[in-house]
């Protein structure tokens, strides 16, 4: 409950509360007021009575044989001229007697003697407790007993009969001796009287809420009058919450409020210094931390030199460590060959999230001309960058154009570019990297590219061409050592390489998802992955002609020879002198091992001797399960699948059906089931590759 309420609430149930007791003790107070009125009333009026009575004529007045003499109609006409003479005031004598001690032994003392009229009963009949002189007078008092009449004097009380209650007044009469001769009695309808209180009441309720209504009003007025400086108070509080630090709070009053705001204006003042000592700050925080991660960057790509050899992944790297530096919602890396540019390097994080999945997009074989009439083209020309604000509104005499074909496929929408040709120290364009809409901290787009991020871009596109340059040194090597084996074995071909280790990447990063492996160790890996299955069936190289090109099936002697080129493979990196070492000897010396251990060559120990194509005596413990490196199981998988789906000279390629239930049947046998089960779930990402290096 607000301050607002509460003090309302409390100010008028205090206010309302007194005012009502007050109306009521004023009430009650008037009631009494009037009673002792009434009763001094009808007291003063039998003394009046009692005064007008002559003694001896009511002291002849002894029973019914004193009606209709003289004194008795003296009585009864002296009874009802004071009867009428006070009919018509506002409480007016119901009946007016006189009663004489009694001399029948009534209860009251009393017996009736005259009276100013005839009182009836209900019925219309007479009452026969005042048909005459004599009779016992037996009013009752109000609480239900007999209404004694002991008082000499004057006395007023409450009685009731048979035909009512009343307020009756009694006056003695008393002869010249002073001896006590009778009763004046004057009765009043009791009725009146309380009908009269009841008006007193309600006119003490009718005043109490017409009280309580002004009181609230006044209140609710009052209270809203002391409470508008603390409510102009709570508004500028929340202004200043919001960060308006420049408002001012203006309460014209010379009290204590009037002190507090002086000090909270002052505090505003204050926390709007401070608010913008803090931009200042946080624009200087902010701009350390860009550099900062501008080195890190750079540096991470120097760093790649070292650990990345696989020219895919480092495209994929350097392109996502460009967007991660700029903030950009897209980007690609186009590699040099010729007088083209290809493109097979794309990332996209919209388009990507409209398909709801977060992987690479690779477009297979566009070529863009090195010339003007591209942007990226025009950048690889002139060795410039080239920076757009709105690819949509290039002027007509630019050199280059946007082409829209891609957006207009893919509901994408193009902005801002930057176009960085990708150089090495000695002038060599090896590509071009191009980012696209740039977006701020919060993902909101922004205009366009600054100068400042311009000059980072081609810092670390000179260290990224330094990069591509290395790893296509490494790639050519591993190439030529590819073709080497591809000269001996017809089966060994380019394309058979490069798939076994795209689908071995593909087995790997769905297997180290499943078991939350982080992300920059599965980049790690993979690479090393990728050229260890590239290079699984080297030792094939010394494998005798006779043997490796022999069209028809094998002997047994023939194929233990056969069986030897992966323990010549081995060791070709049994020095180990790198992580990429070990994982290449494991793979060329493992990736026949069956699940089931009925693989060869089985546990062996990799020394310093080599392997020689001749058959070796004895049987080698068997390798299975969970024995197997994982590189080597994986290479099995993706080794065989590639061999049944392509053609070789001694078999056609199977249907996809066919290879399916093959991989199935020998789930848990020849293969690691988890293997087999990764590679039905990502049957999609296979049939791309296959379709890549047909």
């Known amino acids: 409950m607000k301050l607002r309420t509460k003090l309302k609430c409390a100010t008028v149930v205090t206010a309302v509360s007194a005012t009502i007791v007050l109306c009521v003790a004023s009430y009650w107070f008037a009631r009494a007021r009037f009673k002792d009125l009434m009763e001094a009333q009808v007291r003063a009026v039998a003394v009046t009575v009692a005064a007008g009575v002559r003694p001896t004529a009511l002291a002849s007045v002894t029973g019914l044989q004193s009606i209709g003499t003289p004194d008795y109609e003296e009585l009864q006409h002296f009874l009802q001229q004071v009867q009428a003479d006070n009919s018509t005031s506002e409480f007016p004598f119901q009946f007016v007697y006189l009663m004489v001690p009694t001399t029948h032994g009534a209860t009251t003392g009393f017996d009736f003697a005259?009276?100013?009229?005839?009182?009836?009963?209900?019925?219309?009949?007479?009452?026969?407790?005042?048909?005459?002189?004599?009779?016992?007078?037996?009013?009752?008092?109000?609480?239900?007993?007999?209404?004694?009449?002991?008082?000499?004097?004057?006395?007023?009380?409450?009685?009731?009969?048979?035909?009512?209650?009343?307020?009756?007044?009694?006056?003695?009469?008393?002869?010249?001796?002073?001896?006590?001769?009778?009763?004046?009695?004057?009765?009043?309808?009791?009725?009146?009287?309380?009908?009269?209180?009841?008006?007193?009441?309600?006119?003490?309720?009718?005043?109490?809420?017409?009280?309580?209504?002004?009181?609230?009003?006044?209140?609710?007025?009052?209270?809203?009058?002391?409470?508008l400086p603390l409510t102009r108070m709570g508004a500028f509080v929340r202004e200043v919450g919001e960060g308006r630090f420049d408002a001012r709070l203006d309460v014209e009053t010379a009290s204590e409020f009037g002190a507090v705001s002086s000090d909270l204006?002052?505090?505003?003042?204050?926390?709007?210094?401070?608010?913008?000592?803090?931009?200042?700050?946080?624009?200087?925080?902010?701009?350390?931390?860009?550099?900062?991660?501008t080195l890190h960057a750079i540096l991470g790509v120097d760093a790649s030199l070292n650990e990345v050899q696989d020219m895919d992944i480092l495209m994929e790297r350097i392109l996502g460590d460009a967007r991660r530096l700029l903030g950009c919602d897209a980007g690609s890396v186009m590699l040099r060959e010729g007088d083209e540019l290809v493109l097979n390097y794309v990332q996209?994080?919209?388009?990507?999230?409209?398909?709801?999945?977060?992987?690479?997009?690779?477009?297979?074989?566009?070529?863009?001309?090195?010339?003007?009439?591209?942007i990226a083209g025009y950048a690889a020309f002139t060795g410039q960058a080239i920076v757009i604000d709105d690819a949509y509104r290039i002027p007509n005499d630019r050199p280059y154009h946007f082409n829209r074909s891609v957006d207009?496929?893919?509901?994408?929408?193009?902005?801002?570019?930057?176009?960085?040709?990708?150089?090495?120290?000695?002038?060599?364009n090896v590509g071009v990297l191009q980012l696209l809409n740039p977006l701020d901290r919060s993902g909101v787009?922004?205009?366009?590219?600054?100068?400042?991020?311009?000059?980072?871009?081609?810092?670390?596109?000179?260290?990224?061409?330094?990069?591509?340059?290395?790893?296509?040194?490494?790639?050519?090597?591993?190439l030529r050592m590819i073709s080497m084996a591809e000269l001996r074995d017809p089966n060994e071909t380019a394309a058979h390489v490069k798939r076994v280790a795209d689908y071995s990447v593909i087995l790997y990063e769905a297997w180290a998802r499943r078991?939350?492996?982080?992300?920059?160790?599965?980049?790690?890996?993979?690479?090393?992955?990728?050229?260890?299955?590239?290079?699984?069936?080297v030792g094939k190289v010394g494998i005798a002609d006779s043997v490796l090109k022999k069209p028809g099936r094998l002997t047994a002697e023939e194929y233990t020879i056969m069986q030897q080129h992966c323990r010549i493979g081995a060791d070709l990196f049994k020095g180990r002198e790198s992580v990429l070492d070990n994982a290449?000897?494991?793979?060329?010396?493992?990736?026949?091992?069956?699940?089931d251990g009925a693989g060869y060559p089985g546990i062996v120990d990799v020394g310093e001797k080599p392997a020689s194509s001749a058959a070796v005596g004895g049987e080698p413990a068997a390798m299975k399960?969970?024995?197997?490196?994982?590189?080597?199981?994986?290479?099995?998988?993706?080794?065989?699948?590639?061999?049944?789906?392509?053609?070789?000279?001694?078999?056609?390629?199977?249907?996809?059906?066919?290879?399916?239930?093959?991989?199935?049947?020998?789930?848990?046998?020849?293969?690691?089931?988890?293997?087999?089960?990764?590679?039905?779930?990502?049957?999609?990402?296979?049939?791309?590759?296959?379709?890549?290096?047909?």
């Not at 002189?133 to 009969?161: C, K, M, Q, T």
Request: with cysteine; hydrophobic share 40%.
């Open 114 to 227: 005259v009276d100013s009229t005839q009182r009836l009963l209900e019925t219309g009949e007479k009452n026969p407790e005042w048909d005459g002189p004599g009779e016992p007078f037996n009013a009752h008092s109000a609480d239900g007993g007999s209404a004694l009449i002991e008082s000499r004097f004057v006395s007023a009380r409450y009685l009731h009969d048979r035909l009512g209650e009343w307020l009756s007044g009694y006056a003695s009469i008393r002869a010249l001796d002073g001896s006590l001769v009778g009763l004046a009695g004057v009765d009043i309808d009791h009725n009146k009287i309380l009908r009269q209180l009841n008006l007193l009441l309600m006119l003490a309720v009718v005043v109490s809420l017409v009280c309580a209504t002004v009181v609230y009003f006044t209140v609710d007025e009052l209270v809203d009058r002391f409470l």
């Open 625 to 694: 399960g969970d024995a197997i490196p994982l590189f080597a199981r994986i290479v099995a998988v993706a080794d065989v699948f590639d061999a049944l789906s392509s053609k070789r000279q001694y078999k056609e390629s199977w249907p996809e059906e066919r290879v399916i239930t093959e991989m199935r049947v020998n789930a848990g046998r020849q293969f690691d089931p988890e293997l087999i089960e990764i590679l039905l779930e990502n049957m999609v990402q296979f049939r791309a590759v296959a379709a890549r290096y047909a």
């Open 348 to 374: 996209n994080d919209t388009i990507d999230a409209a398909h709801q999945r977060q992987q690479r997009r690779e477009i297979q074989n566009v070529r863009i001309p090195v010339n003007g009439g591209s």
């Open 265 to 293: 204006n002052a505090m505003a003042q204050s926390l709007g210094c401070r608010e913008q000592l803090a931009r200042q700050n946080t624009a200087l925080a902010i701009d350390v931390e860009r550099k900062r991660e």
């Open 584 to 595: 290449c000897l494991e793979v060329a010396l493992h990736h026949h091992q069956r699940w």
């Open 445 to 478: 787009a922004r205009t366009g590219f600054t100068t400042e991020e311009v000059e980072t871009l081609s810092h670390f596109g000179s260290a990224a061409a330094v990069a591509l340059e290395r790893t296509a040194l490494t790639r050519s090597i591993v």
């Open 408 to 428: 207009d496929a893919s509901g994408y929408r193009t902005h801002a570019i930057l176009a960085l040709p990708l150089r090495t120290s000695t002038g060599k």
């Open 515 to 537: 078991y939350e492996v982080g992300l920059a160790e599965i980049q790690r890996q993979r690479d090393i992955l990728k050229f260890a299955a590239m290079l699984h069936d």
